[in-house]
């Protein structure tokens, strides 16, 4: 499952010049992959980062701001609270 998500979010994106260029998208996807993006098996949790507390108060949820990363020139995204 790693390298067909790899395959399909990553590498048919990406224009990979060299060896080194394609290890340096390898590590930042495996990096984006278990810090960031959800997965279902887990509860759309990531597998090194808990799922967060759900925000059920309408007060927060109308004030709620969301920051976006971009990882590797735009080809991955990575979305965070804004503090």
Request: glycine share 4%.
């Amino acid at each position: 499952r790693w390298v067909q998500s790899c395959r399909r979010e990553l590498l048919d994106r990406c224009l990979l010049w060299n060896e080194r260029h394609l290890r340096h998208a390898l590590r930042e996807y495996e990096r984006f992959y278990n810090r960031h993006r959800a997965h279902q098996a887990l509860g759309q949790a990531a597998p090194l980062r808990r799922v967060p507390e759900p925000i059920t108060d309408p007060m927060r949820i109308a004030e709620l701001s969301v920051r976006r990363r971009d990882r590797l020139g735009g080809v991955l995204h990575e979305y965070s609270h804004a503090a």
